[in-house]
């Protein structure tokens, strides 16, 4: 997951999206990842219920930039849902 295939990986393996960045906080749901990168979030996965954020029920199998602005201090995971959290509010 992250790197483009659905190959089953044994070790763990660099996440080459985020290769320079600073990676701020990771969360995992059942079959989905967030990943607060450079005070943006991304997410990658299964995306079948809407739980990446990007307004489509699509999976995303690398990466992917959720539109929604910068300075989010957490992410959390469910199995079908994200939520993150900023400073003053919460979405």
């Known amino acids: 997951l992250g790197h ?3 190959a089953e990986q044994t070790t763990p ?4 999206a985020f290769r320079g960045m600073k990676v701020q906080q990771v969360a995992l ?14 997410t990658f996965g ?3 219920d809407g ?6 029920r699509v999976s995303h199998f690398f990466p992917k930039c ?3 602005g ?3 201090t957490k992410v959390a ?3 079908l849902h994200t939520i993150i959290m900023w400073p003053t509010q919460v979405l």
Do not use: F, S
Not at 13 to 16: D, F, G, N, R
Not at 51 to 56: A, K, N, V, Y
């Open 70 to 72: 910068r300075g989010m």
């Open 51 to 56: 739980q990446l954020g990007h307004g489509d």
């Open 4 to 6: 483009n295939c659905l």
């Open 66 to 68: 959720v539109d929604i």
């Open 77 to 79: 995971c469910g199995q």
């Open 13 to 16: 393996k660099m996440v080459e």
């Open 29 to 42: 749901g059942v079959g989905h990842t967030a990943v607060i990168c450079d005070d943006r979030l991304y």
């Open 46 to 48: 299964c995306g079948e």
